[in-house]
C-alpha cells in the first residue's frame, strides 16, 4: 500500500499537470489529500486511480460534469450501469455532431482552395469569405 506521494509524483505518475490536479481539487472532482506536517499534500493509490479516471475520461473528451457523474457511479458499485452508459451515449452523440460540423466545413475549405484564379481579385478563397451572408447587425 502506498504511504502517499507528493503532487510533483502524482503529476508524472499519472500525466496530470500539477496545476491541473490542484484545479480538480478546488472543484471538488478530487478529494483534498491529507497533508504532511510541512503541508504537502500526499495522494494516495486510490487519489492516483481517480486521477488517471480523470485524464483518460479527458482524453476520450468528456467535460467535468459527465465525469464527476461518472466518478460517483464508479464510488457506488450498486448503481446500475445504464447510467454510465447514458453518460457515454450523450458524449457519443456530441461527438458525432462535431464530426458533422467538421467534415462540413472541410468540404466548404476544400471547395474554396480549388482556385486557379492568378489575381487576389477572381480568387475564389477571397470570394467566399467576402460572401458568405450578410452581418446580423447590417440586416433591417
Given at each position: 500500500m502506498?504511504?502517499?506521494?507528493?503532487?510533483?509524483?502524482?503529476?508524472?505518475?499519472?500525466?496530470?499537470?500539477?496545476?491541473?490536479?490542484?484545479?480538480?481539487?478546488?472543484?471538488?472532482?478530487?478529494?483534498?489529500?491529507?497533508?504532511?506536517?510541512?503541508?504537502?499534500?500526499l495522494y494516495d493509490d486510490g487519489d492516483l486511480r481517480r486521477l488517471?479516471?480523470?485524464r483518460h475520461a479527458r482524453e476520450l473528451g468528456?467535460?467535468?460534469?459527465?465525469?464527476?457523474e461518472l466518478l460517483a457511479l464508479a464510488g457506488d458499485p450498486s448503481r446500475p450501469c445504464h447510467s454510465a452508459d447514458t453518460i457515454a451515449r450523450s458524449h457519443l452523440a456530441d461527438i458525432d455532431h462535431k464530426i458533422a460540423r467538421l467534415t462540413a466545413l472541410?468540404?466548404?475549405?476544400?471547395?474554396?482552395?480549388?482556385?486557379?484564379?492568378?489575381?487576389?481579385s477572381?480568387?475564389?478563397?477571397?470570394?467566399?469569405?467576402g460572401d458568405h451572408g450578410n452581418c446580423l447587425h447590417d440586416r433591417h
Amino acid at each position: 500500500m502506498n504511504q502517499g506521494v507528493t503532487i510533483g509524483q502524482a503529476s508524472k505518475e499519472c500525466g496530470i499537470k500539477a496545476p491541473t490536479i490542484r484545479y480538480y481539487e478546488q472543484i471538488q472532482l478530487l478529494p483534498s489529500p491529507p497533508r504532511t506536517e510541512g503541508n504537502r499534500r500526499l495522494y494516495d493509490d486510490g487519489d492516483l486511480r481517480r486521477l488517471r479516471f480523470i485524464r483518460h475520461a479527458r482524453e476520450l473528451g468528456f467535460e467535468i460534469e459527465p465525469i464527476r457523474e461518472l466518478l460517483a457511479l464508479a464510488g457506488d458499485p450498486s448503481r446500475p450501469c445504464h447510467s454510465a452508459d447514458t453518460i457515454a451515449r450523450s458524449h457519443l452523440a456530441d461527438i458525432d455532431h462535431k464530426i458533422a460540423r467538421l467534415t462540413a466545413l472541410r468540404a466548404e475549405v476544400a471547395r474554396m482552395t480549388q482556385c486557379v484564379q492568378d489575381t487576389s481579385s477572381k480568387c475564389r478563397v477571397i470570394e467566399a469569405l467576402g460572401d458568405h451572408g450578410n452581418c446580423l447587425h447590417d440586416r433591417h
